[in-house]
């Protein structure tokens, strides 16, 4: 679904801020060579993430699903010279795509990859956070949250992506759609939990910030 025009939407990045050229090639590669590449979060919401992750100066990042890499380094541009990005991703495939360019990136050193399961890992890694963004499968994105909030410090904030599904959170969910349903739910669950204070913006395809009271 298309929230607005695509003249529009050329208008918004042409006034916006240019991708940095490593992400410019980050992402003409992931077209070029990796499956499903509108998987990529692309040039405006990059923008965004990293525009948030300044104002907030991170000390500690979580991502989960990091893809081909392209949000762990918009991220990462808010990181200070001692702060550090966990991205966790279960495909295999994905890693080696992913760590060129990291190790291309400014941010080599404060970018810590994690290969498996992300409801197996977050467990084991002891640190808070300032900043979670979640971009993996959508049917466990309240386990997600569960697992997570515990480790957010107090201002933080949980950025969630494609929540909005195509539009397809306005409708009821066929019996087999798990996605759409968790989705659901999960909109709800987080706007309802008196922990945080949430906003769900029609960007993309939809992206909710939640900021830990």
């Not at 025009?5 to 990045?13: D, G, I, M, R, T």
């Not at 090639?25 to 990529?40: C, D, H, N, Y």
């Not at 992506?161 to 798990?178: F, Q, R």
Request: hydrophobic share 35%.
């Amino acid at each position: 679904m298309d929230f607005i025009s695509e003249e529009l939407e050329h208008y918004a990045l042409r006034h916006s801020q240019q991708e940095p050229k490593l992400l410019k090639e980050l992402s003409t590669a992931t077209f070029q060579k990796v499956l499903q590449p509108r998987m990529l979060s692309g040039h405006l919401q990059g923008r965004f993430l990293s525009m948030l992750s300044k104002m907030i100066k991170p000390q500690s990042i979580l991502e989960i699903g990091t893809f081909t890499g392209y949000s762990a380094l918009c991220l990462a541009e808010g990181l200070p010279q001692d702060g550090l990005i966990h991205t966790i991703d279960c495909n295999e495939e994905l890693v080696d795509f992913q760590k060129y360019y990291f190790d291309k990136s400014d941010y080599k050193d404060q970018i810590k990859q994690y290969l498996g399961d992300a409801k197996d890992i977050i467990p084991t890694i002891d640190t808070p956070f300032d900043l979670i963004f979640i971009d993996a499968d959508k049917s466990s994105y309240p386990s997600y949250f569960d697992l997570v909030i515990d480790k957010l410090n107090s201002g933080g904030l949980i950025i969630s992506d494609n929540v909005l599904w195509s539009g397809k959170v306005l409708t009821k969910a066929a019996v087999n759609d798990e996605d759409t349903k968790a989705l659901q739910y999960y909109n709800t669950m987080i706007n309802e939990d008196s922990r945080v204070e949430v906003v769900l913006l029609p960007l993309r395809d939809g992206l909710s910030i939640c900021r830990k009271k």
